[in-house]
């Protein structure tokens, strides 16, 4: 369903699947017939309260009126939260459910809670304060799953979706700092020979992985009909959009979702990238292909709901960028930071390294406090003993004498 893709489509840094082989007869290009693909599971979301999100969806289709009401909706009313209102007319049976499982969500959230203060030996935590950091729930209402809670669990999913590509900058942006950071410093462990050396061979390496064949443009018509001819195995003279869009729709619900769109591009991330050369990084593979989904979604989705449907896909196919599209630059082509950017980065991380030094001699010093502490109730405990040992050989001692048949012997005084 696409009000089911929507919500979760909101992907993490998940390596792109490899094109799905469906049961379909591919020599029927023409005309063909469609046919009712394997289920695929949908994919992880990669957030906190994905398998809240999931459960929640699956509940919720086997409510006939809601689900009726879901079938028909554009992706504006799922966003505002009008169908949120139709939770009122679902059964009884299908509200308890969903209470039971808000209530689930709230005992795991609570627990994240606990486990996080006792890490932080942080006595006397309001749970209740701590909850309104999780924008997924109402938690003013731990037992009831309400309308709201349905708003809140849509905006937070769609919101994360619309950051999604932003955050996914920033933290490869991150990565790539890092790596020069970690070259630099590594430079700095030789001596000046080994230094040329090794700026030698990083040069060779980039000339190496930049040396690679052309990369057709994402979404163009001679990168679609490279995957027809090689992935589908299909003659490219008889190219068909048509018949294309059906091919990887592979769970044929009407859209191409991103990780339908991302499996497109393996045959032009090959050209660039191959796991067995020291040259060419895995993590940038996989950045290359959601910038390549990235721009296709931009350049196709009309509509801006992260699915791209047939009549999207047959338009783009008419326009004049799609037989003559402009040249494709790699990331190898690309600047991710500045120099001053770098330098913000590196001070960063000193800060932090400092903060984490201070926080390990503060470790240091309570540990061998505590050393300390019980060092000293050993040595109090070996006292107390030794006190009661003499106390009992006194006690002994001053014991008074026993007569035959173990009777004490009465002394009257004179």
Known sequence: ???????????????????????IDKTKVGNPEPVESAKIDPPDTGLYYNEYLRQVIDVLETDNHFREKLQKADIEEIKSGKLSKELDLVSHHVRTKLDELKRQEISRLRMLIKAKSDSLQDMGVDHQVLLKQFDHLNHKNPEKFEST???????SATNDLENYDKTRHEEFKKYEMMKEHERREYLKTLDEDKRKAEELKYEEMKKKHENHPKVNHPGSKDQLKEVWEEAD????????????????????????????????????????YDPRNEEDDMVEMEEERLRMREHVVNEVDTNKDRLVSLEEFIKATE????????????LDHQQFFTEEELQEYET???????????????????????????????AQKKEYHQIMKQMKQKKSQEAPPSGPGGELKFHPQT
């Open 1 to 23: 369903m696409r009000w089911r893709t929507l919500l979760l489509q909101v992907t993490s840094l998940l390596v792109a699947l490899e094109a799905v082989p469906i049961d």
């Open 348 to 378: 960063l991380l000193s800060l932090q390294e400092k903060q984490l030094k201070k926080k390990a001699e503060d470790l240091q010093k309570q540990k061998e406090e505590l050393q300390r502490q019980q060092d000293q109730l050993e």
């Open 149 to 155: 809670d349905l708003d809140m669990l849509i905006i």
């Open 319 to 330: 326009k004049k960028e799609f037989v003559e599209p402009d040249s494709w630059e790699t």
């Open 233 to 272: 195995g299909l003659d490219p003279n008889d190219f068909d959009p048509k018949t294309f869009f059906i091919l990887h729709d592979l769970n044929s619900d009407g859209y191409l979702d991103e990780q339908e769109l991302e499996a497109l591009f393996t045959k032009e991330l090959e050209k660039v």
